[in-house]
């Protein structure tokens, strides 16, 4: 099952690959990880999308996780109402017969058009996860030059539903 990790480390040298060690070395497979400043100073949060097997092996993670020197706060946040996004860069080819066309049938997702030559457009998709994966099979077809993808980050969503029910479909 894929789960959604929040960890706050002291931002130092090392830390990134004390923490994807312990999990390779447990054999967690880190499916997306961003790692970024935060309003603290110092202070970085990493997200990791990770698939557990089952509970008692996301219990043995999350306390191994904050066993680490430099860590200082660990959070499964998969079942929290949750903001999550993902930006993605895709260069596309598009000859110019063919480019209105490509920028009506991707206008619904709104995507920013962040290059263009003659026949390459590149193309930026911020939302979460499952939009960037429509948009890419949606333009697939015309010729995908060159792909790349940030990684999932998330944030807890203030307001929490009290009959909360999971609000991630990454949860495929």
């Known amino acids: 099952m894929k789960r959604v990790i929040t960890v706050s480390v002291i931002n130092q040298s090392g830390v990134l ?16 990880i961003t790692v970024g400043h935060t309003e603290q100073l110092n202070i970085s949060k990493m997200t990791f999308v990770v698939n557990v097997e089952d509970e008692v092996k996301l219990e043995q993670l999350i306390k191994q996780l904050s066993k680490q020197i430099d860590v200082l706060k660990v959070n499964d946040i998969t ?17 110019g017969n063919v480019r209105l066309e490509m920028n009506a049938i991707v206008e619904p997702f709104r995507p920013q ?15 979460h996860p499952d939009k960037i994966d429509a948009f890419i099979e949606l333009i697939r077809p ?7 993808r ?4 998330a944030s807890v969503r203030e307001t929490q539903p009290s009959d909360h029910t999971p609000q991630l479909s990454i949860l495929k």
């Open 17 to 32: 690959n004390r923490i994807t060690g312990l999990m390779m070395k447990r054999q967690f497979n880190i499916e997306s």
């Open 79 to 95: 079942e929290k109402s949750i903001v999550l996004r993902e930006l993605a860069l895709i260069k596309v080819v598009s000859p």
């Open 113 to 127: 058009i962040i290059d263009t030559s003659k026949n390459v457009v590149t193309y930026q998709v911020v939302g």
């Open 142 to 148: 015309y010729g995908i030059k060159e792909l790349t």
């Open 150 to 153: 940030t990684g999932v980050t």
